[in-house]
């Protein structure tokens, strides 16, 4: 990116990531613990949304086995419209 002039030589790419992500991130939900994770320091008007977000991941993994896809697709890739629906429903936590 620095060669082609979109970034400044001492530009700290990873530091910026990380710091963007970390600030950005107001929930998280955990495929392998089937479990959704809120930031603790938003106001509960803020984290209705997250966790409405949030519950759609778990949902999404109910359906279609989340943790089979992610780690399936660091060895191949993997095209959503190959998924299958899960047959049966996953216990919610």
Request: proline share 8%; hydrophobic share 40%.
């Amino acid at each position: 990116m620095v060669q082609w002039g979109l970034l400044a030589p001492d530009f700290r790419l990873k530091e910026f990531v990380l710091d963007l992500l970390t600030e950005q991130a107001a929930g998280y939900y955990d495929p392998k613990q089937q479990t959704f994770f809120i930031a603790d320091w938003l106001p509960h008007i803020v984290q209705k949304p997250v966790m409405a977000h949030e519950l759609v991941h778990a949902l999404q993994d109910q359906h279609y086995n989340l943790q089979k896809i992610l780690t399936s697709s660091r060895t191949r890739p993997t095209s959503v419209s190959h998924v299958k629906p899960s047959s049966k429903a996953m216990p919610w936590r």
